[in-house]
């Protein structure tokens, strides 16, 4: 594996708010084009891996590497290469799309021109053309988690850190970002998909990580467990993995 | 949402205030702000992180209760040391609600979260308001603490003072905090999304008569003042704040059935405006939560990405972080409701310095009239330079606090130039077309724009020093991505601003000096513009 390819690796990841443990010594690595659903229940610890891996947030313990580069030492090199969708699909209110696309674009070293190139694709992919001069603040929830995906897509990233992507989205906009996922896989970019929706995670990803109470308690491609669960479905699979807690 | 915009049914007309609803909102609220004062204190990373926000307001009532009495001690009576305290403190308390606790009572988060559940409006508005009293009672103790007890020292004071002190600065208080809660409501009523940049402009202006009055205190080395105020002009005794001095200085003098009387009907009197401003509230509520919902759906062009657009930005500043640092901060100068309302009333103060001066004759061209004469003009100045650490300061906060992930997860490999890209939106967003309006003033009062240049050329220079070294202040967490809790948008600078203020005073003698030849202006010039290079080139 090239230092600058496509990948991600955690090993021994720890990390804890206080006294509560989020996370106890998760371990996996994602090869260039893998889409891998990053699933399990609430305060499970998925959030708390994102934030960890996009530089948000340092680990108790433990090592994590993107693209070669290691997060705790490198953050500035990591941060370059991942595009983050954040679970709060925060904004700044008083901008406009184009306005909080545009900086985006400039804190991630984008020349003005192609800054405004990909700014034309991916406005026009996601539907926000008629409202790039809006405020975000007077936008939907909708509106506002498309113009936070073009942020996350617009510096071309080696790796997407998706934190309950389709939140808000309607189906349009949803098939786009699977589609998009797809595209970005063939492409050779890795995503880790996280989301509460087996369904969703079932059909666009290859690999499917299951986590509770900070522990990785499954990683195994999805075509496999659709066979191990057969007529009963993830969904009872997941359920019997994480008790009826 | 329903329930906020429902009027009481037939059926609940009799629960004006739902007791269960009202004790666990108020519960909640006080948790809420308590909590937020912790969480402030953990995430400050300034100086003074280790004492909570409110406590610096506190601090800072306490400070300016006790410099007013010892200024007025042993100078007036006790009817006119209770006027200027009670003055003082419903000045404060009113500045204190429009800047840190307008979220306390107009939260545009209430609508989404208790809009949807069975709570009347005027249950959820008595909440606000019982919200709005604590904060009431915990400022007026430390705005009156001082007053009531050097009052009682007078020689016609006693502890009749103290007891009736007490009683009427809490009446006075808890009436301005009413009165405020009507204003902001039906200003909020009235005005929507709007409300907050007018509420921005009210204080200024009132921030701009506190100083005229606070000022007058110090100036008068001749007794002037007690004379004045033994000889106050009859209309003085029409405002509410005499009032109340007035059953002070009858108190102690023995009270009788007519002070007694008086009291019976103020309590009553304060009974009927919290229950206006409840009423008040609760009518307001609905337009709240279409407030909060109704930002400016497209950019206007005082804001827009057109006087900033990137490529200008960037051939400003070498560094793409300075360049994206100085359009965010720009652009949230000019659109978002809550930082207006922080910055403008720091200028306020050097507008009232001007308006001073120019009334009192005491801002005359310092180069041909020193001294006296034109200490106004080195005052107003310097209150412009000393805007710079509380805009700077304000940058941390903002409400849209967790879209900080988008500057947390960028590429920056150096944090201190996205400051630096802060510190210049202050200087040309605000310092700037201060300085220009002081130039323009000036110019015109002393009829000279070259002398009025220099004085203000040089107030841009020290501006930028006081950016150099207060950019601290910005340190440590990216910017807009703090809460603000209450205090914490002026409580935690105030030494900061101590230290500056001493500076500027250092570097207003030194200006002084150097305008009364030719050659210590050009060196002054020179100096200034050696300074202003010299930052220029290190942030840009």
């Known amino acids: ?245 | 949402m329903t329930c906020l915009t429902r009027r009481p049914g037939p059926g609940s007309g009799a629960a004006w205030i739902q007791p269960g609803a009202f004790r666990s909102l108020v519960r909640a609220y006080l948790l809420m702000d308590l909590r937020k004062q912790h969480a402030a204190q953990a995430a400050a990373a300034g100086p003074g992180s280790w004492v909570t926000p409110l406590y610096w307001v506190v601090a800072h009532s306490l400070a300016a209760s006790a410099i007013l009495s010892v200024a007025l001690f042993g100078r007036v009576n006790a009817r006119l040391f209770a006027l200027a305290g009670i003055s003082a403190s419903m000045l404060l308390m009113a500045v204190s609600l429009v800047v840190e606790f307008r979220e306390a009572i107009l939260d545009l988060d209430d609508a989404l979260a208790i809009g949807s559940r069975p709570v009347l409006p005027s249950t959820h508005a008595a909440a606000r308001c019982a919200n709005a009293a604590a904060y009431t009672l915990l400022l007026t103790t430390a705005l009156n603490l001082f007053p009531a007890i050097v009052g009682s020292g007078l020689r016609d004071g006693g502890w009749r003072f103290l007891v009736s002190y007490a009683a009427a600065s809490l009446a006075a208080n808890l009436a301005i905090t009413a009165l405020a809660l009507i204003l902001m409501s039906l200003l909020t009523r009235v005005a929507g999304s709007r409300a907050a940049g007018v509420l921005a402009w009210a204080q200024t202006i009132v921030v701009m008569a506190g100083f005229y009055g606070a000022q007058m205190v110090f100036r008068d080395p001749t007794q002037g003042l007690a004379w004045w105020a033994y000889n106050l002009p009859g209309w003085v005794w029409w405002l509410p704040p005499a009032w109340f001095a007035a059953f002070v200085g009858r108190t102690c003098g023995g009270p009788g059935w007519t002070e007694a009387a008086a009291a019976c009907g103020g309590v009553l009197a304060l009974g009927a405006i919290w229950a206006a401003a409840i009423r008040t509230l609760s009518r307001s509520l609905p337009r709240l939560s279409e407030a909060g919902s109704s930002a400016p759906g497209r950019s206007g062009l005082l804001g827009s990405g057109l006087l900033w657009r990137r490529h200008w930005a960037s051939a400003m500043f070498r560094s793409r972080e300075t360049a994206a640092g100085f359009r965010l901060a720009w652009l949230m100068l000019r659109r978002d409701p809550d930082m207006i309302g922080r910055s403008l009333p720091a200028l306020g103060s050097a507008a009232a310095g001007l308006a001073l001066g120019l009334f009192s004759g005491h801002a005359a061209d310092p180069f041909t009239e020193p001294g006296a004469p034109s200490i106004m003009s080195f005052v107003s100045l310097h209150l412009v330079v000393l805007a710079v650490p509380s805009a700077l300061h304000s940058l941390s906060f903002s409400r849209d606090h967790e879209a900080a992930w988008v500057l947390r997860s960028a590429p920056i490999r150096e944090p201190a130039r996205v400051a630096a890209g802060l510190e210049w939106a202050v200087h040309f967003g605000l310092i700037a077309p201060t300085l220009a309006v002081l130039f323009v003033v000036l110019a015109w009062s002393w009829n000279d724009c070259l002398h009025a240049g220099v004085h203000c050329g040089t107030g841009f220079a020290l501006a930028l020093a006081a950016g150099s070294l207060s950019s601290g202040l910005l340190r440590g967490r990216p910017p807009f991505s703090r809460p603000s809790a209450y205090g914490s948008l002026g409580g935690p600078i105030l030494l900061h601003q101590a230290v500056l203020a001493a500076a500027l005073a250092a570097a207003g003698f030194l200006q002084a000096l150097a305008y009364r030849s030719g050659a210590g202006t050009a060196l002054l010039c020179l100096a200034a513009c050696a300074l202003a290079a010299a930052l220029l080139g290190g942030h840009g």
């Not at chain 1, 084009?33 to 433990?62: D, F, H, M, Q, W």
């Not at chain 1, 080696?158 to 797809?182: H, M, Y």
């Not at chain 1, 191990?228 to 008790?243: C, D, M, P, T, V």
């Open chain 1, 1 to 245: 594996m090239s230092a600058h390819e496509a990948s991600v690796e955690v090993s021994s990841l720890s990390h804890a708010y206080g006294a509560t443990q989020a996370l106890r010594a998760v371990s996996f690595k994602l090869t260039a084009g893998e889409i891998c659903g990053y699933v399990g229940p609430n305060g499970a610890g998925k959030s708390t891996t994102l934030k960890i891996l996009s530089g948000l947030i340092r680990p108790a313990s433990g090592t994590v590497r993107v693209c070669g580069f290691d997060v705790a030492r490198d953050p500035v090199e990591v941060k370059a290469r991942i595009g983050y969708v954040p679970e709060s699909g925060a904004v700044y209110s008083t901008l406009t799309v184009l306005e909080f696309l545009s900086l985006v674009g400039e804190l991630h070293g984008i020349p003005e021109g192609e800054s405004r190139e990909r700014l034309d694709h991916w406005l026009g992919l996601f539907g926000l053309v008629e409202a790039s001069h809006a405020m975000l603040g007077s936008l939907s929830k909708g509106m506002r988690q498309r113009a936070v995906l073009v942020s996350a897509l617009l510096h071309d990233p080696q790796v997407l850190l998706f934190d309950e992507p389709l939140t808000g989205l309607d189906v349009q906009a949803a098939r786009v970002v699977k589609a998009t996922l797809a595209g970005m896989a063939r492409a050779g970019k890795v995503v880790l998909f996280s989301s509460h929706v087996l369904e969703v995670v079932e059909r666009i990803c290859g690999r499917i990580i299951m986590l509770d109470l900070g522990r990785i308690v499954l990683d195994e491609q999805a075509c496999a467990l659709r066979r191990r669960a057969g007529e009963a479905g993830l969904e009872s699979l997941f359920q019997s993995l994480i008790g009826p807690s």
